[in-house]
């Protein structure tokens, strides 16, 4: 295998981290600052809720999709695919969970190389052929390559604590603010920092988003030498999602993050997805595939 380390994805990745690092000491100083320090308990609690995301986000992804751990035993071709993927790319062979769903998609979670899991759905295993299905997998695996999970992991705490503040805030405005106001406009405008933050936070997690699934297309072109491959896999799955109601597809849209292809679309979906258009990340695949021809 070929593998090029992405510099580009690591100098986002580091830009992100740094950014959401002073946006987490704004937004701490704010709440202190406009809450007289009553937020202390809220930060604890919801820091404590986020140290536990980051160690258990592999299972509790998994659960929250409804994905199950399945044995060799269960799924042999699909085991010895993502061992020799795996072995490939230079990588331990993370956990494979299948999910009952009739929508072809696949995701990988985890927080590090060691501790990660791949998902595909039932419907992506009935969709796509030996090839196409190594194309995902491999992609999934250049997630994990790149780590670029555990920083997406890692993006998400700050969002999740801005969120329940906006959402909460008011129920912990006990403490005394500047002045002695008690509650009142103090606790509104520590809301309105929260909102502020949880917006930032969500903008740069969808732009590093973006350019890691275009960093994963090439990480997977990598590891198999097929970059049609996934390309065509992209079309069946594209193709296999428009013929899902769009109740399921709404079902799952909340998990887009995770999808090597959103479920949303239209102008506004387009706006704030997870994911670059999917006709760019095929474009990109093919120019990969003329230029290893040419080799």
Known sequence: M???PDWGLRARMGLTMFLLFALYIVFAAGIMLYTGGGMFVFLLIFGGFTVAQYYFSDTLTLKSMGAKTVSAEEYPDLHRTIERLSQQADLPKPKVAVVD????NAFATGRNQKN???AVTTGLLRTLDQDELEGVLAHELAHVKNRDMMVM???SLLGTIAF?????GAFFGGGRGRGG?????GILVAILISLVVWIISYILMRALSRYREYAADRGAAAITGKPSALASALVSISSGVEKIPDKDLRDEAEMNAFFIIPLKSGVVGRLFSTHPPTEKRIEQ????????EGF
């Open 181 to 185: 106001n008690r509650g009142g406009g």
């Open 153 to 155: 992991t890692f993006a």
């Open 2 to 4: 070929d593998w090029k």
């Open 116 to 118: 990660a899991a791949v």
């Open 101 to 104: 769903e009739r929508v072809p």
């Open 164 to 168: 329940m503040f906006v959402r909460w």
């Open 285 to 292: 695949l093919r120019t990969l595939e003329r230029e290893m």
